[in-house]
């Protein structure tokens, strides 16, 4: 049965994911967000409702009445910044998200989350899903999700049923974050590695992440999907270098040049971080500790129980992603 | 009163229970069976450890048996009243005990170190009740002529047993030092009762209640119950940590003498404390239990054996013949049937003459040659089974080799005698070269000529005894020890006969055959089948130093028509064929049939074998240390067959082959199927497979399954045909997300798709989530990423064989591979290696 579905954060590339996948099964979608629903996306068939996530509960209600669920993708991604900024888009926001869901009488919340929550930089290798745990999480923005995370779990019940899906490193046709920054990075042949190269790590082609989200919108009052997180991935690892390469590649530009040892990328990570902080400067440094760690360190995950929990699996494979990409960028350069 | 056993790992303090037997308080963990228990099991500790020991007995049982593990008096939990205890004193403590906890039905005793002699005191005593004994590194005795372990010895002088044993810590904590494998927490918890001097009392009283000798308060006790177990005719398990520096393996071959039907599992590695360093211990004991004891299952039965040819009857035929049975081309010599058959049997007769039993076991450290030979038909003429523990174990696996087989004599050359000596094997030492100082040295009791002689003046009076029977032990050959140590593999007389047997219907030997043993090893069964032999000019101990002109001189030594040979020998034979001169190539041709076995071998090396051996038939029998040769396969079908994994024929005549079909997480079916396409481990049986394995209960007992067949630990399938492909080790088998992934076919399609000699497919991550990674042999770094294009080659090249899409493509400069073979790859320890690297850089490191 078709439903009525809102969408926080329709604007970013899990949230458009999301609505389209939604779409393409015939619910209805409400964009909810502080500008106005990109052209694409009301082109589709989504509508649009003007609501700021850490505004007036009362404004965040409004679109919310009437729905069915709310699938919770808006978040600040940055890097860098100081910390208020995570805590009061990321924490307080989600706060006000479930508490507006749970005033429009809505029964299913969809929080989008990041493995990163759980992840306190050993190398996770098959892993399951873990605790969210922000004590131990490895950046501002880690730290913020993971808070946000305990905050939806918490919120699961009778009246409301919380699914948390964790995309984890999201990349296609239409991503202005990773993708675009590997390619503009490659294009400029400032592309590394740091360290071997050899981790292996899990990624999500874009249209996947937004199918997992739908299908837990779709079985969220299911025992097994809402009250714990679900990592959500290709199921198909790769190591650092060869995504790299390849993403590279569908841009016809040179993977990476040079490995960057990873004690080195790390303390210049921290080095560039405070340098960030301490001036302000727009925008991410070329590195920060945190992502030295991601692009050094196997990350990937046991995808077993969250294909049997959601009854999903991974439409587009590496392969055909990599094809997409390549003919979308057609040579032509996307820019961050 | 409840003992303070709350927050220890591993025990349920409802467990915890204090009995009172007359007056003095014994502290029990028992774990109440479900109904009336099936069977008791009465589990006694030693010195000074406590009922801890057997908490995962305790956890692990079937719910139907009652599992009972007392605290010795003055030990672990239980009260510590004045008075020394004497070993009389703890068995009527334990028949107390079981009176007090109401002990009724049959009861299994289980016991480690000096509990050992007090379960058995208590076993004697209830001998209506008692249903089986299980003892771990335990004695009744001491050895004739041996000291008592050092290190009781140590603690028993006076001013030191004192110091050691109560005073201070030293003595329990010893104890857990005796072991290899034990984390901060248990170690902590065996600690936990004997915290003061005071608590550590009865530890000492322990120590000196063990008799050294005759006139000690407790020697009349020990001697009546260590006479006492010669009669015990229930079914008995000695489980036993092989490297135990108290109770060592002189005191298995003490209680193996006074229970010869006892089953031995023993755990290579081990140290005293068994049950902690081989975790494989008290799931064994259980399954031991419930299938000698439980279920009443006979030990296997090996008497019933039908007629046959001994196994050096042939030799014994030919006592006038002077032809040629074993030339070696390597010191020239020639040894006539008359000589060898005459030499066989002087040795035969002189070792009996030296005191050597029907059953003795008799190492064999000689390398293959013409005394060699001699030895083992004389051995196996008296009956006494030889020991082969050959070089490609390396020196340590030898000895771990010979160790665990508990070889009594030795005959070998200066080098094996000097091992033999550093193993301190308690029987005769025979030298096989030179003789004059070095026999002294190397405490030889003869030189292998002496011992000839001496069998001539011996069989001037005498005449051998009747060949042994069928069911005799023969042989202990070992694996390779590929996945962990070398397990002993023993073959009884009858079975060597059927594997004989087995090789003439095979492959048509007749008396006008010839055999060239370019695996040295096998020159010796040429007497068994009554074919000259050649050893060809090599160095034995590397087979890539055999040449294809030694071949042919070798041929040409015996009027060889079949060559034996492994894979690396073939490689070097063919890579030097274009040495050959025009009449060595015309001898070649003479060689009907080429045996290749050992190791998987690559059909190019085959075609290049067939271009130099024309005439020649190429064998690849498949088969192992426990059951050889068990298939055929034809050049033809190799040439032209491409499957999931290596194709290695149809099974023999007298050979079965069927398949336990593996589930989704890997694990063999216990049932078996012969459905084409179905892969599982293979399981086969024949008359010439192995008769056990040796000092390994729980390994044979799982082998064994089903009852008669032997479990290959190989995995493969049946195809529409009936013929058999291998796709692995079991133990290699990749459990990925969908269920279980053999490595061979994709390592084929690996080594073709990059043009690399050879492969290896490994998983990495938890079994069931498992990513397949693909290592290629290629020059470059120890273990490095290929590049990406190479590895999007080896990607396709695999998916398009098994459907599989591996996650990364490294290169390694050397693969390791086995030692005897040099070419089986050890897949487990790749992975562990892949896995360091595909896991990145730790946070910290």
């Known amino acids: 049965m078709a439903e009525r579905i809102a969408v926080t954060g329709a604007s970013g590339v899990v949230g458009a994911a999301t609505v389209r996948s939604l779409l393409a099964r015939g619910d209805a979608v409400v ?20 609501a700021d996530i850490t505004g007036p509960i009362e404004e965040l209600q409004r679109a919310f009445i009437g729905c069915d669920a709310v699938v ?34 809505v029964r299913t919340f969809v929080m989008v989350s990041s493995p990163s929550v759980a992840h306190a930089g050993h190398p996770l290798v098959g892993a399951g899903a873990g605790r969210a745990d922000p004590d131990r999480a490895r950046s501002h923005y880690a730290r913020s999700k993971a808070m946000a ?104 530009a040179p993977g990476p040049r040079a490995a960057v040892p990873y004690v080195v990328a790390r303390a210049g990570g921290h ?39 959601l009854e999903w699996t991974p439409r587009v494979s590496l392969d055909e992603g990599f094809a997409r990409l390549a003919e979308w960028l057609g040579g032509v350069a996307p820019t961050s | 009163m409840t003992a303070p056993v709350s927050g220890l790992p591993g025990i349920d303090p409802t467990w915890s229970t204090m009995v009172d037997i007359g007056g003095v308080r014994m502290h029990v963990l028992e774990r109440a069976a479900v109904g009336d228990p099936e069977v008791t099991i009465l589990a006694v500790h030693g010195n000074p450890t406590w009922s801890y020991l057997w908490r995962n007995l305790l956890a692990g049982s079937p719910a139907g048996w ?62 209506d009740q008692l249903a089986g004994v299980v003892l771990t590194n335990t004695a009744v005795h001491q050895p004739a ?92 398990l000695l489980a036993w940590g092989s490297d135990d520096p108290v109770f060592s393996d002189r005191y298995l071959r003490d209680l193996h003498a006074r229970l010869p039907h006892a089953d031995i599992h023993r755990y290579e590695k081990a140290r005293h404390l068994v049950t902690e360093d081989a975790p494989a211990c008290i799931p064994d004991v259980i399954e031991w239990i419930e299938s000698r004891v439980a279920d009443a299952i006979p030990a296997r039965d090996s008497h019933a054996v039908p007629p046959f040819e001994a196994i050096g009857a042939r030799l014994e035929e030919r006592r006038a013949d002077p032809g040629v049975a074993l030339a070696d081309l390597r010191s020239g010599r020639r040894v006539s049937w008359a000589m060898l058959a005459t030499r066989t049997r002087e040795i035969a007769a002189g070792l009996l003459d030296l005191g050597v039993q029907p059953g003795d076991r008799i190492a064999l450290l000689v390398p293959p040659s013409a005394d060699l030979i001699a030895s083992v038909y004389a051995a196996w003429r008296i009956g006494a089974v030889v020991v082969v523990a050959d070089s490609g174990l390396g020196v340590r696996g030898m000895r771990r080799a010979l160790r665990s087989a508990q070889a009594l004599h030795v005959i070998g050359i200066p080098a094996g005698l ?73 073959y009884t007389q009858v079975r060597l006969a059927a594997l004989r047997d087995a090789l003439r219907a095979a492959y048509d030997i007749t008396g006008r055959d010839g055999l060239v043993a370019a695996f040295a090893p096998w020159a010796v069964l040429g007497p068994a089948l009554g074919i000259p032999s050649a050893i060809p000019d090599m160095d034995l101990t590397d087979a890539s130093t055999l040449t294809a002109t030694a071949i042919a001189d070798a041929i040409d030594a015996v009027g060889g028509s079949i060559a034996w040979a492994s894979p690396t020998a073939l490689r070097a034979v063919v890579s030097t064929g274009d040495d050959l001169s025009d009449a060595a190539r015309t001898t070649l041709d003479g060689l009907r049939l080429l045996l290749v076995a050992g190791a998987p071998v690559p059909v190019s090396l085959l075609d290049g074998a067939a271009l130099l051996l024309p005439s020649a038939s190429l064998a690849t029998p498949y088969g192992m240390t426990e059951a050889l040769p068990l298939t055929e396969v034809t050049l033809d079908e190799l040439r032209s067959e491409r499957g999931n994994g290596v194709l290695v024929g149809r099974p023999l005549p007298g050979v079965d ?102 492969a290896a497919l490994v998983g990495v991550g938890p079994a069931g989530a498992q990513v397949v990674a693909a290592v290629l042999l290629m020059p470059g770094p120890v273990l490095g990423l290929a590049d990406v294009d190479l590895t999007m080659v080896v990607r396709e090249a695999i998916r398009a064989e098994t459907g599989q899409s591996v996650a990364a493509v490294l290169t390694m400069r050397s693969l390791p591979v086995d030692v005897r073979h040099r070419s089986k790859v050890d897949r487990i320890r790749i992975a562990r290696e892949v896995l360091a690297l595909l896991a990145g850089e730790d946070r910290d490191g």
């Open chain 2, 66 to 127: 009652r599992v009972i593990a007392v605290d010795q008096i003055g030990m672990g939990y239980s009260d510590r009243p004045a008075g020394v205890r004497r070993l009389v004193d703890r068995v009527a403590d334990l028949g107390a005990l079981t009176d007090a906890l109401d002990v009724t039905g049959p009861v299994v005793t289980v016991a480690h170190d000096w509990g050992g002699p007090v379960s058995l005191g208590w076993a004697l005593e209830h001998r």
């Open chain 2, 145 to 236: 002529g041996s000291p008592a372990p050092s290190v009781i010895r140590l603690a028993r002088q006076p001013l030191l047993l004192n110091a050691v044993t109560r005073r201070s810590p030293t003595f329990v904590r010893g104890t857990t030092w005796l072991s290899r494998e034990m984390s901060p927490d248990v170690a902590r918890a065996f600690r936990a009762p004997y915290s003061s001097a005071d608590r550590r009392r009865a530890v000492g009283d322990f120590v000196a209640d063990i008799p050294l000798d005759a006139r000690h308060p407790s020697a009349a006790t020990l001697d009546a119950i260590a006479e006492g177990v010669r009669s015990l005719d229930v079914p008995v």
């Open chain 1, 31 to 50: 964009g909810v967000q502080r500008g106005t629903v990109p052209e694409s996306l009301q082109r589709a068939g989504a509508t649009g409702q003007s």
């Open chain 2, 418 to 490: 000097g091992l033999a000596r550093s193993l301190d094997l308690p029987g005769r030492r025979v030298l096989v070269g030179r003789t004059g100082a070095a026999t002294r040295v190397l405490g030889a009791d003869a030189s292998l000529a002496e011992v000839a002689r001496r069998g001539r003046e011996w069989l001037a009076t005498s005449s051998l005894p009747a060949v042994p029977p069928g069911g005799a032990d023969a042989l202990v050959a070992f694996t390779s020890g590929a996945t962990g140590p070398a397990k002993g593999v023993v």
């Open chain 1, 149 to 252: 995370e305990l905050l939806a779990l918490e919120a699961d019940g009778l009246d409301l049923a919380v699914a948390v899906v964790r995309p984890h490193l999201v990349w296609g046709v239409g991503d202005s974050q990773l993708t675009a920054r590997i390619i503009d990075r490659a294009r400029a042949g400032r592309l590394v590695v740091i360290g071997s190269g050899a981790a292996l790590i899990d990624t999500t082609y874009v249209d996947n992440a937004g199918d997992a989200i739908a299908a837990a919108v779709q079985r969220a009052h299911i025992d097994g999907v809402h009250g714990h997180p679900l990592v959500v991935s290709n199921g198909e690892p790769r190591t650092v270098t060869e995504m790299l390469t390849r993403i590279a590649a569908a841009a016809d």
């Open chain 2, 657 to 758: 082959v069927t398949i336990a079909p593996l589930d989704v997480r890997g694990v063999p079916a216990t049932v078996t199927a012969d459905h084409p396409g179905v892969t599982g481990e293979i399981v086969v049986r024949s008359a010439w497979m192995r008769e056990r394995y040796d000092r390994r209960w729980a390994t044979q007992h799982r082998a064994d399954s089903p009852r008669g067949w032997h479990r290959t630990g190989d995995v493969g399938h049946l195809d529409e045909a009936g013929r058999l492909w291998v796709e692995g080790r079991l133990a290699h088998v990749i459990v990925g997300p969908q269920g279980p992934i053999t490595p061979v076919a994709g390592e084929l399609a690996a080594q073709r798709a990059a043009n690399v000699p050879l």
């Open chain 1, 72 to 105: 919770h993708a808006a978040a600040r991604v940055d890097m860098t910044g100081p910390w208020e900024d995570f805590e009061r888009v990321n924490v307080h926001g989600t706060r006000n998200v479930l508490q507006a869901a749970r005033l429009a009488g």
């Open chain 1, 271 to 309: 080095v560039l971080e405070r340098v960030w902080e301490r001036t302000g400067r727009e925008g991410d440094p070329p590195v920060t500790a945190f992502l030295a760690e991601q692009l050094a360190t196997a990350h990937w995950f046991d995808q077993r129980e969250t294909r049997t929990a």
